[in-house]
């Protein structure tokens, strides 16, 4: 498997346009997850989704921020409209339940907005 | 919900010293902690993980200790080498409130001087 898939790695937008993110989880693992990195506020958990359905989207900044899994195999995070304060680097991961699990990281976008 | 603290923030060392990192968690039910540790500009990739069964675990030159009844725990580097150098994630999970998310902490970054 070649892992956590996301794309595109960088993105740079301007403010008020619409930005779409997208991930692909390792096959077979039944957790994703979406996090926000920024030197101030760390690792940021916005949601998460278990068997293609939403648990916790209780991290999710704002109604700008949307997110969906609309299989096993794909999710996007999409907002709009995008702001400079959403620059950061966005991660998916994904996990297979257990007791314990390791969550295995994409390599990351890198949004800019200006 | 669950609620991760690391100390310290930032840590330098001299080639050879040892590092350590600990952690405090909010959530007595949690039972699964992995540490995760993020190279400059690549993906958090987990490193060691203990369960709340054992007290420590040891891995070549790192080894993670669980204090249950503190609610902390730490990670201990030995022989520090200039590749040890990156930003170091704890985090829990399993808990009453976290029960199948990962909730990082705000990271440590870690410098070993040559």
């Known amino acids: 498997d070649a892992g956590v898939i996301q794309s595109p790695r960088h993105e740079v937008t301007e403010m008020g346009q619409e930005v779409t993110l997208r991930c692909k989880p390792i096959s077979g693992h039944d957790y994703l997850f979406w996090y926000r990195q920024t030197m101030m506020r760390g690792l940021e958990l916005l949601i998460y989704?278990?068997?293609?359905?939403?648990?916790?989207d209780s991290g999710m900044p704002e109604d700008r921020f949307s997110a969906k899994m609309p299989n096993a195999s794909f999710s996007t995070l999409k907002i709009q409209p995008s702001e400079p304060r959403d620059s950061a680097v966005y991660f998916c991961?994904?996990?297979?339940?257990?007791?314990?699990?390791?969550?295995?990281f994409g390599q990351g976008t890198r949004l800019t907005v200006v | 919900g669950e609620n991760v603290e690391q100390h310290p923030s930032t840590l330098s060392v001299q080639e050879g010293d040892s590092a350590v990192i600990k952690c405090t968690y909010s959530?007595?039910?949690?039972?699964?902690f992995p540490w995760y540790k993020q190279e400059l500009g690549k993906r958090p990739q987990l490193i060691i993980d203990?369960?709340?069964?054992?007290g420590e675990k040891k891995d070549q030159r790192i080894a993670v200790t669980l204090n249950k009844t503190a609610k902390h725990f730490s990670l201990h580097i030995t022989e520090t080498q200039p590749e040890d150098s990156a930003v170091y994630f704890c985090?829990?999970?399993?808990?009453?409130?976290?029960?199948?998310?990962?909730?990082f902490g705000p990271g440590t970054s870690l410098s070993v001087i040559p």
């Open positions: 959530d007595s039910a949690s039972n699964y």
């Open positions: 989704f278990n068997n293609n359905v939403p648990i916790d």
């Open positions: 203990i369960r709340s069964n054992v």
């Open positions: 985090a829990a999970f399993g808990g009453k409130t976290s029960y199948d998310k990962v909730i």
């Open positions: 991961a994904s996990s297979l339940q257990g007791n314990y699990f390791e969550a295995f």
